[in-house]
């Protein structure tokens, strides 16, 4: 649910605002162990999808809502999530809406290698209440990794009622992330 106050309102117009960066920083403990910075643009530039997927979509500067935080055995950090947005369903209801599914990848120093894009199966307003939830998985042998989507499709009479979340597994070509051996 949206807060209705002033001061969220004004947090949320900035959050629409596109940034020229995006930042990563790692810390252990109390200490700061990495701080690295990387443009918008270099991140449109190195924007990888499955191959056949059209739906994907390019990281355009904005908020995203972040579902996970992977390090590979290689060292290289994965951020996984969606971007977010608003929608209203009935005349009056205003909910945030998780849309597309967006990874970035950097390597162990914090250099960025690519952000990768998988378009979703369900883009209807009921299915947009639900954030999905992904997870990464090596392979047996080590080689690939596996992006595992819980896609969501979003179930029962939402103008009479609160529409609940039905999860299924959507695994990721491990394709996508082959090239990179990161893995190693």
């Known amino acids: 649910m949206l807060g209705a106050n ?81 929608a209203f369903f009935g005349l009056e209801n205003k909910f945030d809406a998780y849309q597309d599914i967006v990874c970035f990848q950097f390597d162990k120093n914090g250099d960025f290698k690519a952000q990768y894009g998988v378009g979703r199966a369900n883009e209807d307003k009921a299915s947009e209440m639900f954030e999905m939830k992904q997870y990464f998985y090596p392979s047996s042998d080590g080689s690939s990794l596996y992006w595992v989507l819980y896609e969501v499709k979003g179930n029962g009479n939402w103008y009479t009622g609160i529409p609940s979340p039905a999860y299924y597994t959507r695994v990721s070509p491990k394709s996508i992330f082959r090239q990179n051996h990161f893995l190693r």
Not at 17 to 37: E, I, P, R, V, Y
Not at 50 to 76: H, L, R
């Open 6 to 86: 002033y001061l969220d309102m004004k947090w949320r117009d900035c959050q629409k605002q596109k940034m020229d960066n995006f930042h990563l920083l790692k810390f252990s403990g109390n200490q700061l162990t990495l701080a690295t910075t990387v443009p918008v643009s270099t991140i449109k530039s190195k924007f990888k999808t499955a191959p056949g997927d059209k739906g994907a979509t390019v990281y355009q500067g904005k908020k995203f809502a972040i579902e996970n935080f992977y390090i590979a055995p290689s060292g290289d950090f994965l951020v996984a999530g969606q971007f977010t947005g608003s």
